[in-house]
């Protein structure tokens, strides 16, 4: 158990739809970051927090959000869903924001998006 | 911009046997970290092994051990006594303030 905690796990939706996926990252972690992997794809870097403030955006697309609260916790909001976007959606959290010690991010277990 | 090259999409290693699996990364950054993490079929991220950039000495944990070369660019990782249930996704992943970049991953297969 990483410590990271991703919910729901699995997740069924229809075209058009909007879904708020849920992390909640390691006790201490003050920088979570958000994955999308497709299916047999590698990892791709969405967004990441630190603290509360968005620190550095990837591939995340406009229809795509997300936020970390003041408890630390974070969600991606995915709206207007396409077939496209079923993927395994990964949060990882780390201590730091950058290189220094104990900075590596240790995974949650992923939220299974299936968009119908 | 930073990049991360995996250029083994596959490989497999007979049990017991040693394999080297190969990353490649671009950066003009003196100080970043490297990482491997595996991803079996349950697709849970397991980190295995992490290495600074500013340490000379290639980092090991048990049956795992990374060759960095800096100057080339350049962290291999390297598995001893393969076992079964070595057989995963292995993704080598590039860390500055602000960046965490992964490969496109090796699958590798442990055969009995």
């Known amino acids: 158990d990483s410590g990271v905690t991703q919910t729901p796990k699995h997740l069924i939706t229809a075209t058009g739809q909007r879904v708020t996926l849920r992390c909640s990252p390691r006790?201490?972690?003050?920088?979570v970051y958000w994955y999308q992997q497709s299916l047999d794809q590698g990892l791709q870097f969405l967004i990441q927090?630190?603290?509360?403030?968005?620190?550095a955006k990837g591939n995340i697309l406009e229809r795509f959000s997300a936020q970390q609260f003041p408890d630390l916790h974070s969600e991606l909001n995915l709206s207007s869903l396409e077939l496209g976007d079923s993927a395994l959606y990964f949060c990882?959290?780390?201590?730091?924001?950058?290189?220094?010690?104990?900075?590596?991010?240790?995974f949650g277990q992923g939220t299974r998006l299936t968009v119908v | 911009a930073q990049t991360v090259t995996q250029s083994q999409p596959e490989m497999s290693v007979q049990e017991a046997e040693t394999v080297t699996l190969s990353c490649t990364y671009d950066?003009?950054?003196?100080?970043?970290?490297l990482f491997w993490y595996k991803q079996p079929p349950s697709r849970q991220m397991i980190l295995v092994i992490r290495?600074?950039?500013?340490?000379?000495q290639n980092a090991t944990e048990n049956r795992f051990s990374v060759n960095f070369q800096k100057a080339a660019k350049s962290f291999s990782l390297k598995i001893s006594d393969s076992q079964l249930g070595d057989t995963a996704m292995y993704f080598c992943?590039?860390?500055?303030?602000?960046?965490?970049?992964f490969g496109t991953g090796t699958r590798l297969k442990v055969l009995a």
């Open positions: 290495q600074e950039a500013y340490k000379q």
């Open positions: 992943a590039f860390m500055k303030p602000g960046k965490y970049i």
């Open positions: 990882a959290s780390s201590v730091g924001g950058g290189p220094g010690r104990n900075t590596e991010a240790f």
């Open positions: 950066t003009s950054e003196n100080n970043y970290y």
């Open positions: 006790s201490g972690d003050l920088s």
């Open positions: 927090y630190y603290n509360g403030e968005e620190r």
